[in-house]
């Protein structure tokens, strides 16, 4: 991946991404957008969120990849 990442607002909230020059595509961080989704302030509380709702989807068929 290449070396270019940049800070991405949504909501007034800071979403972290990086380029990757070979897929040419962008990778946002998921625990960022679940923390504007669900209105968590707390970085440590949209991880854990994140962890609870990846174990249900995965207990359901989904193919979750972090």
């Known amino acids: 991946m290449n070396q270019f990442s940049k800070i991405s607002v949504f909501k007034g909230k800071k979403i972290r991404r990086i380029w990757d ?19 968590q302030m707390d970085f440590q509380l949209a991880r854990n969120y994140w962890k609870v709702l990846k174990n249900r989807l995965r207990k359901e068929g989904s193919e979750v990849v972090t």
């Open 21 to 39: 020059d070979k897929k040419e595509k962008w990778y946002f961080s998921i625990v960022d957008i679940v923390a504007v989704l669900t209105n």
